[in-house]
């Protein structure tokens, strides 16, 4: 078990362009969220999946960001059109649905927006 | 909807001095109630968990919380803090019963001086 693993770590990016950050769940889990965390603030949730069905979206920011989970294990967060207000750390969690346990976190994304 | 406050943004104390961060939760059902310890450019770290049984709950590096339904709170405490703990501490609620997305609260910097 290697925990949550999340990259990249930082990112820099000019507005207006894409960005995709990679997230790899502890294996046996089964559920994996998406966090963003702004400076000074704690992190406001964004979307889930339960295997590859994203069972919570609405939460995501707008239709710049989209999320996927294709074959239910790693999973991919793309910001379309980026913007300054982008600028946080994207942090991705884990968790085992039937024991219904805490979810593990990563250490983040940073995100760059200039 | 639920919603976490922590009372407190910052908490400065000297060390081996005990230490209490607040935590109050608001919601209309029943909460699985945790705490989470961020370090510098890091992800979180669960401390400890309130799901069921008894309302004190005991986590690692010596925290412990305690659940009042009547005041809906969830404060931590330490009875002994060190320069290690030096940290920003979140309070995050989910609905029982299912342990999905999390609220957070805003988060409390706890800074322990020499």
């Known amino acids: 078990d290697t925990g949550v693993s999340q990259d990249p770590r930082h990112k820099i990016t000019k507005r207006g362009q894409n960005v995709t950050f990679r997230c790899d769940p502890i294996?046996?889990?089964?559920?994996l969220y998406w966090y963003r965390q702004t400076l000074g603030q704690g992190p406001e949730f964004l979307t889930y999946?339960?295997?590859?069905?994203?069972?919570?979206k609405s939460r995501l920011l707008s239709d710049r960001f989209s999320a996927e989970r294709p074959k239910g294990s790693f999973s991919t967060l793309e910001i379309q059109r980026t913007e300054q207000g982008d600028s946080a750390m994207y942090l991705c969690?884990?968790?085992?649905?039937?024991?219904?346990?805490?979810?593990?976190f990563g250490q983040g994304t940073r995100l760059t927006v200039v | 909807a639920q919603s976490v406050t922590q009372l407190d943004s910052q908490v400065p104390v000297f060390e081996e001095a005990p230490v209490e961060l607040r935590c109050n939760y608001s919601s209309s059902v029943s909460v699985y109630l945790f705490w989470y310890v961020q370090y510098p450019n890091q992800g979180l770290q669960l401390l400890l968990k309130y799901l069921s049984g008894s309302t004190l709950v005991k986590g690692i590096n010596g925290f412990e919380a305690e659940f009042n339904k009547s005041q809906t709170s969830f404060h931590l405490r330490k009875p002994s803090v060190h320069i290690s703990d030096t940290a920003e501490y979140f309070c995050a609620v989910s609905l029982s019963g299912s342990a999905r997305q999390l609220t957070f609260g805003s988060g409390t910097q706890l800074t322990v001086l020499p």
């Open positions: 294996s046996e889990h089964n559920r």
């Open positions: 969690a884990s968790s085992f649905s039937a024991r219904n346990t805490e979810a593990f």
């Open positions: 999946f339960q295997n590859e069905a994203q069972l919570e």
